[in-house]
C-alpha cells in the first residue's frame, strides 16, 4: 500500500521550520529547536502509523530499525512477537512481565514509547482548514451615516458608526459627560461647623502661623528700641574720649601714676592678678633690641614719632611666641586703623638703630616697680618720661586683667595704645563717660572699667564715684 500522505507531512513540517525561521527572533534557540525536533518526530510518528495501519489494526512496531522490518508483525524475528494494550495499568513494564507481554523496544530489557492511540493524539503545530473546511470571518461592515454614505472614521470619532464594547478600556471615551451607570446618591447630612479662615489658616501653615506672628512682634521691638537709642546699651553707639593732648614740653617723670599721699587700699578686686602662665620676677635691668624697622604709617600732619622694641634681658619669650612675636605685635597693633594712627596728626615708624623718641620696653615684675613705682599695690605698667621708655609690665603680657574676661589677645592692644598714649601726649585719665558703653582708651582699666572702682584707689582724682560702668576697650578708635 502507498504511503500517500508521508511526503506531504515532510513538506509541511519542512514549511513551518522554515516560517519559524522567518519570524522575529521572540524565542530562544533552545525554544526553536525544542520544537523542531517536536515536528520531526510528529511527522515520524505519523509515518509509522501509516505503515502499521497497512500491515494490520494490532500490531505496533518497536520504532527503531524494527519500524522498517516489514517482519516486525509480530514474526519470530521481531521484537514485538505478539498485541501489546494500548492503554492502562497493563501497559507498565511491571504488568507486561506478569502478563507475559514483551518490552516494546528494540533492545531486551529497556523500555520503550509506546504509539499513542488515534484520536488522543495533540498535535503540536494545529493545522489550518483547507479548502472547503476553512471557515471565513465575518468581515465587519463599513460605518454608514443616516443616508447610507459610508463613513471614513479611522479615528473613531463618530460613537454611532464604530461598536467599541469589545473594547478593554475601563476609561470613558469622553470624560465630561455623565456616567447613566452611575447613580449618585444624596450628599449625608455633616453636623460639624464649616471651618473658619482663621482655622484653615492654622490647618495649613502648623507652627508657622505661631510663629510669624511672635517673629513680627519682636522686629517691631528691635526697630523701636533701635531708633530710641537702646535704652542703656545706647551709648555703646557714642565714640569714647581720651582727654586732652599734653605740649612735649610738659612731659617729664613718670606719667600714668595716680597722684596723692600713697595711702591706698590694699584689697582691690579687680584689680587683682588673673590666674594664667608663669612670667620672670627679676630681670637684669637691661635691655636687647629686637632687630627689624618698619616704614612710616599715619598721615603725619603735626607729630613723627619713632620707636624700637625691646626686651629686658633676663626675660624668656619662648612662652608667647619669642622676641619677634612680641615685636609684630607691637607693629601690628600701632599700625592698626582703630590705634593712633587714625589720627591725622601722627604718623609712626619702628626702628633699630639710633635714638628714637621712645622704647616700648617688655620688663620683669620688680624693675617695672621700680620704673613706675609701686605705690599702688597693683602690677600695672606707665611711660617713664625721664627714660624715654614705654614700660609694659611682663606679668600683665602673660596674666591679662580680670576686667578684659580673659581675652589676653585685646589686653595686650590696651596695654600698647594706653602707655603709647601717654608717650604722645595723652597724660591724664579718662572716667568710664556712658553706663553701659565702651570705655575710654586713657581709662585705667587695669583697675577695673567701673568709676567706682578707680575712685577707690584716688578719692580727690579725676574720676567721679558716679556707679557707671563700662566696657572694656582696646583701641582709641574703637570704629576705625
Known sequence: MTHSRTPVLVWRARSRAAAYRAEPPLRTRSTGRRLLCENLSYVTLRANGDRARDSGPSIVSGGGRDALDPTGSGSPDS?????????????RSGAAARSGAVPRSGIAGRPGRSRPERGSRI????????????????TPLPPRDANGVEIYDPLGLYPGAVNRSHQPLRARWDPTAPDPNRARGPRPERNTKKQSALGRFVSTYGWRAYALPVLFV?????????????????????????????????????????????????????????????????????WRVVPGATAEFGTGAEYHFSYTVEIEDGVDT???????????????????????????????????????????????????????????????????????????????WVRGALAFE???????????????????????????????????????????TKNNDIA????????????????????????G
Not at 498535535?123 to 465575518?138: I, L, Y
Not at 591724664?428 to 583697675?447: K, N, R, S, V, W
Not at 578719692?459 to 570704629?479: A, E, H, I, Q, T
Request: negative net charge; glycine residues 14%; charged residues 20%.
Open 456 to 479: 577707690a584707689l584716688d578719692p580727690d582724682g579725676l574720676v567721679p564715684m558716679d556707679g557707671k560702668s563700662c566696657r572694656f576697650n582696646p583701641w582709641p578708635y574703637p570704629r
Open 79 to 91: 521484537v514485538v512477537s505478539g498485541p501489546v494494550a494500548r492503554s492502562g495499568p497493563e501497559t
Open 318 to 396: 619662648s612662652g608667647f611666641g619669642g622676641d619677634e612675636s612680641v615685636a609684630k605685635m607691637i607693629d601690628s597693633t600701632l599700625a592698626n586703623p582703630k590705634s593712633w594712627a587714625h589720627d591725622k596728626k601722627f604718623a609712626f615708624r619702628r626702628v633699630d638703630q639710633g635714638k628714637p623718641d621712645f622704647r616700648i620696653s617688655l620688663t620683669s615684675r620688680q624693675t617695672t616697680r621700680k620704673s613706675c613705682g609701686f605705690d599702688i599695690p597693683i602690677d600695672s605698667s606707665c611711660f617713664n618720661a625721664d627714660l624715654d621708655r614705654v614700660v609694659l609690665s611682663e606679668v600683665r
Open 218 to 286: 519682636v522686629t517691631v521691638l528691635v526697630i523701636v528700641d533701635a531708633v530710641r537709642g537702646g535704652g542703656t546699651g545706647g551709648g555703646s553707639n557714642v565714640a569714647p574720649s581720651f582727654g586732652r593732648l599734653s605740649p612735649r614740653a610738659a612731659t617729664a617723670g613718670i606719667i600714668g601714676a595716680p597722684p596723692g599721699d600713697g595711702q591706698f587700699p590694699a584689697d582691690l578686686p579687680t584689680g587683682a592678678l588673673p590666674e594664667g602662665g608663669p612670667f620672670t620676677e627679676n630681670g637684669a635691668g637691661t
Open 123 to 138: 498535535d503540536p503545530w494545529p493545522r489550518k482548514p483547507d479548502g472547503d473546511e476553512a471557515e471565513t470571518a465575518p
Open 406 to 448: 580673659g581675652d589676653i589677645g585685646s589686653y595686650r592692644q590696651y596695654q600698647i595704645n594706653h602707655e603709647v598714649g601717654h608717650a604722645i601726649g595723652y597724660h591724664q585719665h579718662q572716667p568710664c563717660e556712658t553706663d553701659g558703653g565702651l570705655a575710654p582708651i586713657m581709662m585705667q582699666q587695669t583697675f577695673g
